[in-house]
């Protein structure tokens, strides 16, 4: 599945709605380590199945970076039912990220 650019506009259908489990990116283009984790949460989407992936650049949206108390990036936070349960800060592995997910 393809990576989704997730904004405050369609974050609530696509992440709080979802059904299953969301692994959400919050990144920034001038961020090293998220540039090193781009291809690692790229791989994850595409390899995982009964998994939607979006990506938040703090940037462009602040208003859900400070909802989810987002300080440090690259933070990734996986939603599940709506509400977030696992989280991570900082580049990690890929082994990591399906820990997150419980794969």
């Given at each position: 599945?393809?990576?989704?650019?997730?904004?405050?506009?369609?974050?609530?259908?696509?992440?709080?709605?979802?059904?299953?489990?969301?692994?959400?990116?919050?990144?920034?283009?001038?961020?090293?380590?998220?540039?090193?984790?781009?291809?690692?949460?790229?791989?994850?989407?595409?390899e995982t199945a009964g998994v939607k992936v979006g990506k938040v650049n703090v940037d462009e949206?602040?208003?859900?970076?400070?909802?989810?108390?987002?300080?440090?990036?690259?933070?990734?936070?996986?939603?599940?039912?709506?509400?977030?349960?696992?989280?991570?800060?900082?580049?990690?592995?890929?082994?990591?990220?399906?820990?997150?997910?419980?794969?």
């Amino acid at each position: 599945m393809a990576v989704l650019t997730l904004t405050k506009e369609n974050f609530d259908a696509e992440v709080m709605a979802a059904s299953e489990p969301v692994l959400v990116d919050f990144w920034a283009t001038w961020c090293g380590p998220c540039r090193m984790m781009g291809p690692v949460v790229d791989a994850v989407a595409e390899e995982t199945a009964g998994v939607k992936v979006g990506k938040v650049n703090v940037d462009e949206q602040p208003e859900l970076a400070r909802q989810y108390g987002v300080q440090s990036i690259p933070t990734l936070i996986v939603f599940k039912n709506g509400q977030p349960a696992a989280q991570s800060t900082g580049a990690v592995p890929k082994a990591k990220v399906l820990a997150l997910l419980g794969k």
